[in-house]
Nanobody, 129 residues
Framework: VQLQASGGGLVQAGDSLRLSCAAS????????MAWFRQAPGKEREFVAV????????FYGGSVKGRFTISRDNAKNTVYLQMNSLKPEDTGVYYC???????????????????????WGQGTLVTVSS
């Protein structure tokens, strides 16, 4: 599956931003979809994941309660609504897809970059203080 992320930009602390990731290439609802982010000089970090149907979601600890992942399978698009943004949310945000439609029961497995076989090009989010 091919992924195209968009929606990044420069915002102030406390603002909101919505990222989108458009998918093409195969049946979108057959893929769990995730968002990761990478700050300068740091490793890629898990942000959120959603099951193929959209019924199940999991979040990284640093964004839980502020970010919401959702998907529209009719539009082959996954979203990341980011509220109450903080400067530490700054980074390049990547969407990713795996080959399953049901989320793994293992937290470690869900959050591993190696689980995801397709990646978008990334969109930059900068949060100023």
């Amino acid at each position: 599956v091919q992924l195209q992320a968009s929606g990044g930009g420069l915002v102030q602390a406390g603002d909101s931003l919505r990222l989108s990731c458009a998918a093409s290439g195969r049946t979108f609802s057959n893929n769990n979809m995730a968002w990761f982010r990478q700050a300068p000089g740091k490793e890629r970090e898990f942000v959120a994941v959603i099951s193929g149907s959209g019924a199940s979601t999991f979040y990284g600890g640093s964004v839980k309660g502020r970010f919401t992942i959702s998907r529209d399978n009719a539009k082959n698009t996954v979203y990341l609504q980011m509220n109450s943004l903080k400067p530490e949310d700054t980074g390049v945000y990547y969407c990713a897809a795996d080959s399953d439609r049901v989320l793994s029961p293992s937290k470690r497995n869900r959050e591993a970059t190696t689980r995801y076989e397709s990646w978008g090009q990334g969109t930059l989010v900068t949060v100023s203080s």
